[in-house]
């Protein structure tokens, strides 16, 4: 059956590309250079888009092909965590967060603070 309703006045790669745009760019969504479809339209379907969690179902997909074209394993085999980064994290408490050398000098008085 075939589905009713208003015709479709932008391509969805035009909108598509205007989103990447804003990703890529920083810019507002009312600063889209003119010939991008209307920024009302491409936010619209970026919300759309974001409530049906479009991004997450099509990430591990176009990752998959992207590695199996490089001729890799379509599945990650390992992972890489950056100690830093978990040590410096909002959710790591103070007390956890790693040796700091100049910690022990400021309690006894004898570093800078």
């Keep these: 059956m ?12 035009d909108v598509l590309d205007a989103i990447l745009y ?3 760019t920083g810019c507002a969504w009312r600063a889209l250079p003119v010939d991008f479809p209307p920024w009302q339209t491409v936010y619209w379907y970026f919300n759309q888009w974001e409530q049906q969690k479009v991004t997450e179902k099509i990430l591990p997909v176009v990752r998959g092909q ?19 980064s978990v040590k410096g994290a909002d959710t790591v408490g103070q007390d956890s967060r790693g040796y700091d050398a100049g910690e022990e000098d400021r309690r006894n008085g004898n570093g800078s603070s």
Excluded: N, W, Y
């Design 2 to 13: 075939a589905r009713r309703g208003r015709p479709v006045a932008h391509a969805r790669r």
């Design 22 to 24: 804003v990703v890529r």
């Design 66 to 84: 992207l590695r199996i074209a490089e001729g890799r394993d379509p599945e990650p085999s390992a992972g890489i965590i950056d100690s830093q």
